[in-house]
């Protein structure tokens, strides 16, 4: 009996260590499996990240435990970002995300069956830096609107191309529009933004294509005064007669008492302007100033612009071969800064001022003391000032034209017998002066403003604008002529302080 009751004694203690035994593997299994939740799901774990920093798009891979086998079933969010980030492989151990673009520096979340984990360290989101991906088109002709794309572009970037500043249309962080500058020397060049001290630029050039020749002003040795950046008749006007340019008809400087002119002759002179000889008082008093001049059937017909700060409407026949003038019929209207050109073999005068009517002169009429009329409706544009206009065929073309109030005067139109005007293609720069002096080559229109040279080629499409000259060391032209020189038509241009050039193409 005693010896059953130890036996019994011994089972229990031994059952007892098994259970304690048990026991212990049981809170042992717990204390290992601790990713285990009450739902019996297995919680993630993020063990590394690589790389730790990167701009918005980059590609991180999460190393670790317990993710989700699918894409759609791991839910990874970086610090400041508003929505899952863009996952693009997905294992057990292994996810790759893309940082999106509105991340911020933080604690990457990971969620997987609703149970979440975040990184122990933080990824470092690094500013975008400025990058030029691409511009559109690659070619075109000076003026061409080109388009940069990119990242982050500064708002106070600058654009050049071969060192010369580009006009910017408009901009922002991934776009800039800009417009290609006007210069000769240009071929193909990248294009280059600045910013601070940053500097990009593209991968590939942009080409400028412009068909035919460049030309320069060739310097010919004769100037009226010496100094170059003086003015002589800087609110004169000219015409040719004879083969011979006649320039001035105004005050040749501010504290004069008479208006007066100089002569050039190719052939007679070719070396220095005549000697100065004073303008008919009557025709031009002291204080004339931008006087229109043509030249029809041999005879010089002049007027308008202003007197003593009045705009006028007198004209009149000058007689260089007399230096005596006679009064004509009055222009309708007082107009200063008119455009004169002569269409098939009739003489027009209109605009200036602000004045939109075109006027005929009939010369011969009224016993030579002509008659006006008005010539058509008015234009269908708010102002042609101190414009000029050339002849091509049985077409003239004028500008620069300011088209309504507000807008840039740089509008180009066509006019005809038939009364009608017509708007071409707008003049590739604005005018920065009062002059736009132009004249005409084998059917086609040479403009020029400030430094740069402008050749028009007329079409059925409102024709096509290209520079011939644009170079920071050209002259600024402010008038110019076409004369015969040995058989040859030779156009010449000068300054304002009479330094004479031949426009020459290279």
């Known amino acids: 009996m005693i010896r059953s009751m130890k036996r019994g004694i ?154 010369l500043a580009c006009t910017i ?102 070396n220095f302007w005549s000697t100065l000889s004073d303008a008919p008082a009557d025709m031009v008093p002291a204080d004339a100033q931008n006087l229109r001049a043509l030249v029809f059937n041999g005879k010089v017909y002049m007027g308008t612009g202003l007197v003593n700060g009045t705009r006028s409407d007198k004209w009149w026949e000058f007689h260089p071969a007399t230096n005596t003038a006679t009064a004509m019929k009055n222009l309708p209207q007082a107009v200063s800064g008119a455009v004169p050109f002569v269409l098939n073999s009739n003489i027009y005068v209109g605009f200036g001022s602000t004045n939109q009517q075109l006027y005929k002169l009939d010369p011969t009429a009224a016993g030579g003391f002509g008659t006006w009329i008005i010539y058509g409706n008015a234009a269908p544009f708010a102002e042609l000032n101190t414009g000029s206009a050339i002849v091509i065929g049985n077409r003239a073309y004028m500008g620069m034209v300011l088209p309504a109030v507000g807008q840039v005067r740089k509008a180009f139109y066509k006019y005809s017998d038939a009364q009608t005007y017509e708007r071409m293609t707008d003049f590739p720069e604005t005018s920065q002066t009062t002059y736009t002096p132009s004249f005409t080559i084998d059917n086609k229109g040479y403009f020029v403003i400030g430094k740069n040279v402008w050749e028009y080629t007329p079409d059925a499409n409102g024709g096509s604008w290209r520079a011939v000259i644009a170079q920071a060391n050209a002259p600024v032209i402010i008038q110019a002529a076409v004369l015969e020189v040995n058989g040859q038509r030779v156009v010449y241009g000068w300054t304002s302080s009479g330094w004479l050039y031949e426009f020459k193409f290279n």
Not at 29 to 39: A, I, R
Not at 78 to 84: E, H, P, W, Y
Not at 145 to 155: E, I, P, Q
Not at 190 to 198: A, M, N, Y
């Open 169 to 270: 249309i408009r901009q922002s962080a991934t776009e800039i529009v800009i417009e290609i500058p006007v210069n000769t020397t240009l071929s193909a060049h990248k294009i280059r933004i600045e910013s601070g001290t940053d500097v990009m630029e593209t991968a590939e050039n942009f080409t400028v294509t412009a068909a035919g020749a460049y030309a320069n002003w060739e310097y010919k040795n004769v100037k009226l005064i010496d100094q170059a950046d003086a003015g002589a008749f800087q609110w004169g006007t000219s015409f040719v007669l004879d083969n011979k340019i006649y320039w001035g008809f105004s005050k040749m400087f501010f504290n004069q008492t008479k208006s007066e002119y100089a002569v050039y002759d190719p052939v007679a002179q070719p």
């Open 10 to 163: 011994q089972t229990n203690r031994f059952l007892g260590v098994v259970l304690a035994f048990a026991a212990i593997l049981s809170a042992c299994s717990k204390k290992k499996d601790q990713t285990t939740s009450e739902g019996g799901t297995n919680k993630p774990e993020i063990a590394a990240f690589n790389p730790a920093r990167g701009i918005p798009g980059t590609v991180v891979t999460i190393t670790g435990n317990n993710f989700g086998s699918t894409i759609a079933g791991n839910k990874i969010r970086f610090a400041g970002s508003n929505a899952d980030a863009e996952v693009t492989s997905a294992a057990s151990k292994e996810i790759k995300v893309k940082v999106p673009a509105d991340a911020t520096t933080g604690k990457i979340s990971l969620t997987v069956e609703n149970e979440s984990v975040n990184t122990a360290t933080d990824f470092t989101v690094d500013p975008i830096p400025t990058s030029i991906t691409s511009f559109n088109p690659k070619q075109g002709p000076f003026g061409t609107v080109v388009t940069l794309t990119g990242v982050n572009f500064a708002t106070d970037a600058r654009v050049k191309i071969n060192g």
